[in-house]
T-cell receptor
């Protein structure tokens, strides 16, 4: 039962343009969401998070948007850089009735073309 | 300000041997999570521990796998009598509280031959 879904396995974007990575979730009890970036043979690196009391959180080139009614979040990277090429995972957790884990999507592989 | 430290980075075991994976959380973090990533798959939750306590092991196989997080020392994920299907990358993450950002280690890549 995949409670967090990333339906696009891959995405290619030109350098300098905007990258938009999408994530959907099914459990309405999730109230905390995170994005991680992962390079091959390395551990995931925390990028940015958002709690359900917000609908937007920004950190430099990275912005996460949360649409609770649609159970959808997205990560915007602008401008995209070649070093952003990696696999991006979204994750979700909740304070009650959701278990004790972070639920991860299956990842989207982003390629930024110079 | 060391991050989450996992060792070894690479571990090769023959079928039937035991594998021990270690994880030292970030300083000040008392919550530890173990995840497994099989080739071409996402991160699958295994177990969540706080100091000396297993809080949630719903993702752990019922047999051969165990985890601990003693009062002193690193968290240990132990796999007994390894089989080829145990070959995967095992990641440990830590956080200072539940539902705060979790930081991951570099992972241990287990290969069973």
């Amino acid at each position: 039962d995949q409670q967090v879904k990333q339906n696009s396995p891959s995405l290619s974007v030109q350098e300098g343009r905007i990258s938009i990575l999408n994530c959907d979730y099914t459990n309405s009890m999730f109230d905390y969401f995170l994005w991680y970036k992962k390079y091959p043979a390395e551990g995931p690196t925390f990028l940015i998070s958002i709690s359900s009391i917000k609908d937007k959180n920004e950190d430099g080139r990275f912005t996460v948007f949360l649409n609770k009614s649609a159970k959808h979040l997205s990560l915007h990277i602008v401008p995209s850089q070649p070093g952003d090429s990696a696999v991006y995972f979204c994750a979700a957790s909740g304070t009650s009735n959701t278990g004790n884990q972070f639920y991860f999507g299956t990842g989207t592989s982003l390629t930024v073309i110079p | 300000n060391a991050g989450v430290m996992q060792n070894p980075r690479h571990l090769v075991r023959r079928r039937g041997q035991e594998a021990r994976l270690r994880c030292s959380p970030m300083k000040g973090h008392s919550h530890v999570y173990w995840y497994r990533q099989l080739p071409e798959e996402g991160l699958k939750f295994m177990v969540y521990l706080q100091k000396e306590n297993i809080i949630d092991e719903s993702g752990m196989p019922k047999e051969r796998f165990s985890a601990e997080f003693p009062k002193e020392g690193p968290s240990i994920l132990r796999i007994q009598q390894v089989v080829r299907g145990d070959s995967a990358a095992y990641f440990c993450a830590s956080s200072w509280a539940k539902n705060t950002e979790a930081f991951f280690g570099q992972g241990t890549r287990l290969t069973v031959v």
